[in-house]
């Protein structure tokens, strides 16, 4: 098994997300599958999502994301702090690039990444999303953050997580604020 080490990740502001990810996208994981990059150094993993609803980019109705890492052949690769979404999970994710190959398309390693259970929204570790800051928010002080700051996360899974549509709400927000300050 090989080991990549993945650099500290600095944690990233909601609004910054918002504004850097080139597509953001509510869906579900349908499909994974892990190979041999071109090169033959790298295994990555392809994981392949039915689109529900974008919020930033597109249009989609299928995405393929692609993470380093994975199982081919009893060959492994892991790279610690990455997790790419597993099958059958839905949430919305906020990708940095659909064309260049990263240890991780989402922003921030997993900060991009939002679970939805039951309706709901959770970080990518499964911690409830309960609100949003004006301030920085919840610092998360590790070297691979799982959440932006400018979130209220509660610590559990929970009934009290922000709902998709309130979610939704808060990003189409940020993304007209954004286009209004271009346009000035």
Do not use: C
């Amino acid at each position: 098994a090989g080991v990549a080490h993945a650099a500290a990740v600095r944690q990233l502001s909601f609004s910054s997300m918002v504004d850097y990810a080139e597509l953001i996208f509510e869906g579900r994981v349908v499909g994974h599958r892990s190979e041999w990059e071109p090169s033959g150094k790298l295994i990555v993993t392809h994981v392949d999502f039915e689109v529900s609803d974008v919020l930033k980019g597109g249009p989609y109705g299928r995405v393929r994301l692609t993470y380093v890492g994975g199982s081919v052949d009893g060959k492994r690769l892991d790279v610690p702090g990455v997790r790419p979404p597993e099958k059958g999970e839905s949430g919305i994710y906020f990708v940095e690039s659909m064309q260049r190959l990263q240890v991780s398309p989402i922003l921030g390693v997993n900060q991009g990444q939002f679970r939805i259970f039951d309706g709901r929204l959770h970080t990518s570790g499964g911690r409830p999303v309960v609100g949003f800051n004006d301030g920085p928010g919840l610092a998360d002080k590790t070297l691979s953050p799982q959440f932006p700051s400018g979130l209220r996360v509660g610590e559990q899974r929970s009934a009290s997580a922000i709902t998709v549509g309130e979610f939704k709400l808060h990003v189409d927000q940020l993304l007209r604020e954004q286009r209004k300050e271009v346009a000035q």
